[in-house]
Protein backbone atom coordinates (compact mmCIF):
# COMPACT_ATOMS: atom_id res chain seq x y z
CA UNK A 1 0.00 0.00 0.00
CA UNK A 2 1.25 3.52 -0.85
CA UNK A 3 1.70 5.93 2.43
CA UNK A 4 -0.24 8.72 2.74
CA UNK A 5 1.05 12.06 2.04
CA UNK A 6 1.38 12.63 6.09
CA UNK A 7 3.52 9.54 6.09
CA UNK A 8 5.63 10.73 3.66
CA UNK A 9 8.84 13.08 5.56
CA UNK A 10 8.73 16.60 4.83
CA UNK A 11 10.83 16.93 2.14
CA UNK A 12 13.36 20.06 0.73
CA UNK A 13 12.29 21.23 -2.78
CA UNK A 14 14.99 23.09 -4.63
CA UNK A 15 13.86 24.89 -8.29
CA UNK A 16 16.37 26.39 -10.26
CA UNK A 17 16.32 28.54 -13.66
CA UNK A 18 19.59 28.55 -15.15
CA UNK A 19 20.93 29.19 -18.71
CA UNK A 20 24.38 28.63 -18.65
CA UNK A 21 24.55 26.93 -15.61
CA UNK A 22 25.80 28.80 -12.71
CA UNK A 23 21.92 28.71 -11.22
CA UNK A 24 22.14 24.71 -11.35
CA UNK A 25 25.53 24.61 -9.27
CA UNK A 26 24.08 27.08 -6.85
CA UNK A 27 21.23 24.74 -6.17
CA UNK A 28 22.90 21.76 -6.40
CA UNK A 29 24.87 23.10 -3.03
CA UNK A 30 21.71 24.21 -1.16
CA UNK A 31 20.48 20.85 -1.62
CA UNK A 32 24.03 19.69 -0.64
CA UNK A 33 24.00 21.32 2.34
CA UNK A 34 20.49 20.87 3.45
CA UNK A 35 21.44 16.74 3.37
CA UNK A 36 24.29 17.72 5.27
CA UNK A 37 22.07 19.35 7.65
CA UNK A 38 19.90 15.90 8.07
CA UNK A 39 17.25 16.88 6.20
CA UNK A 40 15.11 14.14 5.39
CA UNK A 41 14.60 14.35 2.17
CA UNK A 42 16.09 16.78 -0.24
CA UNK A 43 15.08 17.27 -4.26
CA UNK A 44 16.82 19.46 -6.57
CA UNK A 45 15.07 19.91 -9.99
CA UNK A 46 15.34 22.52 -13.17
CA UNK A 47 11.93 24.41 -12.90
CA UNK A 48 10.58 23.02 -16.27
CA UNK A 49 10.99 20.11 -14.39
CA UNK A 50 8.15 20.49 -11.94
CA UNK A 51 4.96 20.84 -12.46
CA UNK A 52 3.65 24.50 -10.80
CA UNK A 53 -0.33 23.19 -10.46
CA UNK A 54 2.05 20.96 -7.46
CA UNK A 55 3.23 23.97 -5.64
CA UNK A 56 0.89 24.58 -3.18
CA UNK A 57 1.41 20.61 -2.08
CA UNK A 58 4.92 21.62 -1.18
CA UNK A 59 5.83 22.68 2.29
CA UNK A 60 9.39 23.84 2.14
CA UNK A 61 10.68 25.73 -2.03
CA UNK A 62 13.80 27.12 -2.32
CA UNK A 63 13.95 28.95 -5.55
CA UNK A 64 17.40 29.76 -7.34
CA UNK A 65 17.21 32.00 -10.42
CA UNK A 66 19.55 33.34 -13.29
CA UNK A 67 19.01 36.94 -15.29
CA UNK A 68 19.06 36.88 -18.98
CA UNK A 69 20.15 39.61 -21.21
CA UNK A 70 18.28 42.89 -19.99
CA UNK A 71 16.06 41.38 -17.17
CA UNK A 72 15.00 38.48 -19.06
CA UNK A 73 13.99 35.18 -17.33
CA UNK A 74 15.87 32.07 -18.17
CA UNK A 75 13.94 29.70 -20.83
CA UNK A 76 12.78 27.08 -18.07
CA UNK A 77 11.53 29.86 -16.00
CA UNK A 78 8.87 30.56 -18.40
CA UNK A 79 6.30 28.51 -18.56
CA UNK A 80 6.52 28.23 -14.71
CA UNK A 81 6.17 32.00 -14.98
CA UNK A 82 3.28 32.10 -16.92
CA UNK A 83 1.61 29.64 -15.01
CA UNK A 84 2.08 31.67 -11.91
CA UNK A 85 1.26 35.09 -13.17
CA UNK A 86 -2.99 33.36 -13.62
CA UNK A 87 -5.54 35.68 -12.69
CA UNK A 88 -7.27 32.70 -11.36
CA UNK A 89 -4.94 32.16 -8.92
CA UNK A 90 -6.17 33.63 -5.46
CA UNK A 91 -4.04 35.62 -2.55
CA UNK A 92 -4.36 32.23 -0.29
CA UNK A 93 -3.56 29.77 -3.32
CA UNK A 94 0.02 28.98 -1.79
CA UNK A 95 -0.81 29.67 2.24
CA UNK A 96 1.26 27.17 3.99
CA UNK A 97 3.98 27.39 1.41
CA UNK A 98 7.02 28.75 2.83
CA UNK A 99 10.05 29.62 0.57
CA UNK A 100 13.09 31.73 -0.27
CA UNK A 101 14.60 32.88 -3.17
CA UNK A 102 18.04 33.62 -4.15
CA UNK A 103 18.84 35.44 -7.72
CA UNK A 104 21.90 35.39 -10.05
CA UNK A 105 22.39 39.08 -11.89
CA UNK A 106 25.38 41.40 -12.70
CA UNK A 107 24.72 44.64 -11.12
CA UNK A 108 25.92 46.86 -13.99
CA UNK A 109 22.67 45.72 -15.77
CA UNK A 110 19.12 47.87 -15.00
CA UNK A 111 17.04 45.31 -14.44
CA UNK A 112 19.36 43.48 -11.81
CA UNK A 113 18.02 40.55 -10.78
CA UNK A 114 14.76 41.07 -12.18
CA UNK A 115 13.44 37.33 -12.46
CA UNK A 116 14.41 37.02 -9.21
CA UNK A 117 12.84 40.14 -7.54
CA UNK A 118 9.36 39.18 -9.33
CA UNK A 119 9.12 35.73 -8.72
CA UNK A 120 9.64 36.84 -4.81
CA UNK A 121 7.13 39.36 -4.88
CA UNK A 122 4.09 36.83 -6.82
CA UNK A 123 4.81 34.06 -3.98
CA UNK A 124 4.24 36.23 -1.27
CA UNK A 125 1.18 38.07 -3.07
CA UNK A 126 0.36 34.01 -3.50
CA UNK A 127 0.29 33.71 -0.14
CA UNK A 128 3.34 31.85 0.54
CA UNK A 129 5.41 32.89 3.16
CA UNK A 130 8.81 34.08 3.23
CA UNK A 131 11.63 31.78 5.26
CA UNK A 132 14.17 34.67 4.63
CA UNK A 133 14.47 38.13 2.66
CA UNK A 134 15.61 37.40 -0.88
CA UNK A 135 19.05 37.01 -1.52
CA UNK A 136 20.71 39.13 -5.00
CA UNK A 137 24.31 37.47 -5.56
CA UNK A 138 25.77 39.98 -8.35
CA UNK A 139 28.69 39.37 -10.76
CA UNK A 140 30.67 42.65 -9.85
CA UNK A 141 31.29 41.45 -6.24
CA UNK A 142 35.36 39.78 -6.49
CA UNK A 143 33.40 36.81 -5.32
CA UNK A 144 31.07 36.80 -8.07
CA UNK A 145 27.29 35.17 -6.49
CA UNK A 146 28.72 33.50 -4.33
CA UNK A 147 29.47 36.23 -2.47
CA UNK A 148 26.04 36.71 -1.77
CA UNK A 149 24.97 33.06 -1.05
CA UNK A 150 27.70 32.55 1.35
CA UNK A 151 26.05 34.87 4.57
CA UNK A 152 22.12 34.13 2.85
CA UNK A 153 22.57 30.34 3.28
CA UNK A 154 23.50 30.89 6.99
CA UNK A 155 20.63 32.83 7.34
CA UNK A 156 17.99 30.53 5.54
CA UNK A 157 19.61 27.56 7.75
CA UNK A 158 18.96 29.60 10.69
CA UNK A 159 15.24 30.40 9.69
CA UNK A 160 14.52 27.62 8.88
CA UNK A 161 15.81 25.55 11.30
CA UNK A 162 13.30 27.79 13.44
CA UNK A 163 10.77 27.40 11.37
CA UNK A 164 10.93 23.10 11.41
CA UNK A 165 13.74 21.91 13.55
CA UNK A 166 13.09 18.54 12.60
CA UNK A 167 13.63 19.27 8.78
CA UNK A 168 17.41 20.56 9.56
CA UNK A 169 18.59 17.69 12.54
CA UNK A 170 21.96 18.50 12.58
CA UNK A 171 21.87 21.64 11.26
CA UNK A 172 25.36 23.01 13.16
CA UNK A 173 26.67 20.72 10.25
CA UNK A 174 25.45 22.86 7.60
CA UNK A 175 26.32 25.59 9.09
CA UNK A 176 29.67 24.78 10.63
CA UNK A 177 30.86 21.61 7.96
CA UNK A 178 32.65 19.02 9.78
CA UNK A 179 34.93 17.52 7.19
CA UNK A 180 35.34 14.00 9.31
CA UNK A 181 31.78 13.61 8.36
CA UNK A 182 31.81 13.39 4.71
CA UNK A 183 33.37 10.32 3.76
CA UNK A 184 35.67 9.14 1.83
CA UNK A 185 37.05 11.26 -0.54
CA UNK A 186 35.86 10.05 -4.50
CA UNK A 187 39.29 11.93 -5.61
CA UNK A 188 43.09 11.77 -4.91
CA UNK A 189 45.32 14.58 -5.22
CA UNK A 190 48.78 14.13 -5.39
CA UNK A 191 51.67 16.53 -5.62
CA UNK A 192 54.60 15.78 -7.59
CA UNK A 193 57.45 18.27 -6.33
CA UNK A 194 61.10 17.00 -7.46
CA UNK A 195 62.89 15.12 -6.22
CA UNK A 196 60.43 13.61 -4.13
CA UNK A 197 56.59 12.60 -4.66
CA UNK A 198 54.35 13.56 -1.94
CA UNK A 199 50.61 12.06 -1.39
CA UNK A 200 49.10 14.88 1.16
CA UNK A 201 45.95 13.32 3.09
CA UNK A 202 45.24 15.73 5.29
CA UNK A 203 42.54 18.54 3.62
CA UNK A 204 43.67 21.56 5.39
CA UNK A 205 47.14 20.69 3.84
CA UNK A 206 46.14 19.48 0.87
CA UNK A 207 43.70 23.20 0.00
CA UNK A 208 46.86 25.40 1.16
CA UNK A 209 49.24 23.24 -1.33
CA UNK A 210 47.00 23.84 -4.12
CA UNK A 211 46.52 27.53 -3.33
CA UNK A 212 50.35 28.28 -3.70
CA UNK A 213 51.50 26.07 -6.82
CA UNK A 214 51.02 27.96 -9.94
CA UNK A 215 49.47 25.31 -12.60
CA UNK A 216 52.50 25.78 -14.92
CA UNK A 217 55.95 27.51 -13.88
CA UNK A 218 57.75 28.95 -16.16
CA UNK A 219 61.26 28.35 -14.96
CA UNK A 220 62.30 25.43 -13.34
CA UNK A 221 65.46 23.61 -12.37
CA UNK A 222 66.84 21.60 -15.65
CA UNK A 223 66.83 18.02 -15.35
CA UNK A 224 63.81 18.48 -13.20
CA UNK A 225 60.34 18.11 -13.44
CA UNK A 226 57.91 21.54 -13.03
CA UNK A 227 55.25 20.93 -10.44
CA UNK A 228 52.30 19.23 -11.32
CA UNK A 229 48.81 18.07 -10.29
CA UNK A 230 47.75 14.45 -10.95
CA UNK A 231 43.82 14.05 -10.13
CA UNK A 232 42.99 10.44 -10.18
CA UNK A 233 39.12 9.45 -9.75
CA UNK A 234 37.60 6.63 -8.31
CA UNK A 235 34.09 5.72 -9.74
CA UNK A 236 31.70 3.94 -7.42
CA UNK A 237 28.62 2.12 -9.09
CA UNK A 238 25.32 2.48 -7.35
Request: glycine share 8%.
Amino acid sequence: MAASSSELPERLVVLYASQTGNAMDAAERVGREAERGGCPAVDVLSMDCFDPSCLPRERYVVFVVSTMGQGDPPDSMKDFWTYLTRKSLGARWLEGLFYAVFGLGDSTYGKYNYPAKKLDRRLFNLGAERITEKGLGDDQHSSGYEGALDPWLLILWKSLNQTNPSLLPRISDAIHPNLNILGDAKVEVIYYSAPQDTTISDPKILIERARSMSPALKYHNEGEPQFMLQMLTKFYSG
